[in-house]
């Protein structure tokens, strides 16, 4: 996890030493919005494998909690083993560093405690030492980050991205299953 948000915060940290920002922070969310289609895509299609690349790709081009923990979900979703699982709690440990909003936050609770349920209790307690002073701050980078995207992008015009359709014509399949009567 501790990899996955350094290389999410040093390409672009690097990258926004200059002046044009406000461009870099749009093409970031081209490049993270392509990246979290193909991931829906792949998910739909029934491959975690191929969702959780894409989620973290979307992660390393643009900080956004919310895919980062779509990435997380993938990788506890594929997680067989409690090595797996590990890594899982470790990473929903992170995130619970991170201002969520109330439903994520919901969900980050309760994929942590699925996670941890199925563990031995000595690896649970050596789990709670891996949240260490370096790992909250490239959570805290990360976070960071992640707002300033938000910041950046919120003020600027945009125009009409053809990503969203295509979003939401990926999730058209998800959510006509969902209305379906359970038998």
């Keep these: 996890m ?6 999410a915060t040093a390409n672009l940290d690097a990258a926004m030493q200059g002046g044009a920002r406000l461009e870099l922070w749009q093409e970031a969310k081209r490049e993270h919005d392509q990246k979290v289609l193909e991931g829906h895509k792949a998910n739909n ?6 969702a959780m690349e894409n989620f973290e790709a979307a992660v390393r081009a643009m900080p956004k909690v919310s ?7 993938m990788r506890f979703k594929m997680s067989n ?8 709690v470790c990473a929903y440990n992170c995130l619970l560093q991170m201002q969520l909003q109330p439903k ?15 563990m ?6 050596a789990l709670q030492a891996t949240l260490d002073e370096p790992l909250i701050i490239k959570c805290r980078a990360f976070e960071r980050l992640a707002g300033e995207a938000v910041t950046a ?21 998800l959510a006509r299953r969902a209305a379906r009567p359970s038998q």
């Design 120 to 125: 031995q209790p000595e690896l649970k307690a």
């Design 81 to 88: 083993n409690e090595k797996h699982r590990a890594v899982c």
């Design 153 to 173: 992008l919120q003020a600027s015009p945009s125009p009409p991205s053809p990503t969203n359709d295509r979003l939401a014509q990926c999730h058209a399949p």
């Design 67 to 73: 895919t980062l923990l779509s990435a997380v979900n």
């Design 104 to 118: 994520e936050a919901d969900i980050v609770r309760k994929k942590q405690a699925e996670c941890s349920d199925a």
């Design 2 to 7: 501790g990899e996955l948000l350094a290389a």
């Design 45 to 50: 299609a029934g491959s975690a494998q191929g």
